[in-house]
């Protein structure tokens, strides 16, 4: 909607055109005739009824660095992966942190991928799709929020970029005698935490975070529950542990009511680096090619070669939907198949 003010004042009225148009920025003037006033407010809302976008001096003055800057100001703390993103955010602003916001085009945003994609690891190796598609989603969300709530740009020019073909995930899992092997190397650590974590991660399928971001008060022995305050998708869940892993656990807690996390370190002020006793102990059992998160896909493959479904997989992972636990669907096949045939069996007359 449009309106025009007068505005008097010691040099005499002047007349202030207002536009407000929903899903645009305000766009205001000043003139010194009312009808120059009301002309101008006919050519913005004709534009805006052409569908495009207009921009006080002000904005089409902005940086991307500036839009980096508020963005980490307002949105990147509520964010768990906030180190991270402000790491890759960091890697923008170099490229494209000059670059006039409104002028930011899909042709710079596509060479920035290509940079990107360019960069070596801090192993000296080439980063993958998967990366450098991780790299896009962070500043499409910037670039989104830019859009949306700040009202700086008509469009996100992301939207225009293609993601990279990735690689299929990992699908190394450990075979029944190399899972003895690994128990019995941790068995013979001196350190017999690791012990613990292995059985967490192979028996209850629990990522490495959510086992060193245990704490005393969130493990309740006696029920064999474990409670999972913030994991990777943002909810909270109950872990069962098995007998056999509380007995353990227990071992651990020889004054029957530690408080602090479960497995920290020697100076009691964060978790555990137990890397070294990893690498020893896959040594020790001869495992190649295997990484601690590896034994999350192998909990998950024995469950549903034993017959669990892909909601109850999904639900023992803790994802919010199925999509993820869907690739150990077609482990699940034969159980689904003998499920059916004894249901049939009730109702279908014999031959």
């Not at 980096?68 to 890759?88: F, G, M, N, T, W």
């Not at 209850?204 to 998708?233: C, H, Y």
Request: proline share 3%; aromatic share 6%; hydrophobic share 40%.
């Amino acid at each position: 909607m449009g309106t025009v003010t007068a505005i008097k004042g010691a040099k005499g009225t002047r007349y202030r055109a207002q536009v407000r148009r929903k899903g645009h920025p305000q766009q205001s003037e000043y003139f010194a005739r009312r009808k120059d006033a009301e002309a101008w407010v006919r050519k913005i809302e004709t534009e805006l009824d052409a569908g495009r976008f207009l921009f006080d001096g002000a904005a089409k003055k902005r940086t991307v660095s500036e839009l980096i800057d508020r963005y980490e100001a307002d949105v990147l703390p509520q964010k768990k992966s906030a180190r991270d993103q402000r790491q890759q955010l960091s890697i923008w602003r170099e490229m494209v942190g000059q670059e006039k916001l409104l002028g930011l085009s899909t042709a710079t945003l596509m060479e920035a991928r290509r940079k990107i994609a360019e960069r070596q690891t801090r192993h000296d190796k080439p980063v993958s799709n998967a990366t450098v598609n991780r790299y896009l989603a962070v500043f499409s969300h910037v670039l989104t929020v830019a859009e949306n709530q700040y009202q700086w740009i008509p469009e996100n020019p992301m939207r225009r970029v293609p993601l990279l073909k990735e690689a299929q995930g990992r699908d190394r899992v450990l075979s029944n005698i190399e899972i003895q092997r690994l128990l019995a190397a941790c068995s013979e650590i001196v350190d017999r935490r690791l012990e613990v974590i292995v059985l967490l991660a192979l028996t209850s399928a629990m990522r490495r975070g959510e086992i060193m971001g245990l704490t005393w008060d969130r493990v309740f022995l006696d029920q064999g529950l474990l409670k999972i305050e913030e994991p990777k998708n943002g909810q909270r869940r109950m872990v069962t542990v098995l007998p056999e892993v509380v007995a353990k656990m227990a071992e651990l807690d020889v004054d029957g009511g530690r408080d602090g996390l479960v497995f920290p370190n020697k100076t009691l002020t964060g978790a555990w680096d137990f890397k070294k006793s990893w690498q020893k102990v896959l040594q020790q059992a001869d495992l190649d090619d295997f990484r601690f998160h590896d034994l999350r896909h192998t909990a998950a493959k024995l469950i549903a070669k034993s017959g669990g479904s892909v909601p109850q997989i999904a639900t023992i992972l803790g994802h919010k939907s199925f999509k993820m636990a869907s690739r150990y669907a077609h482990l699940t096949e034969d159980h689904t198949r003998d499920l059916l045939s004894r249901t049939m069996k009730e109702v279908l007359p014999d031959e």
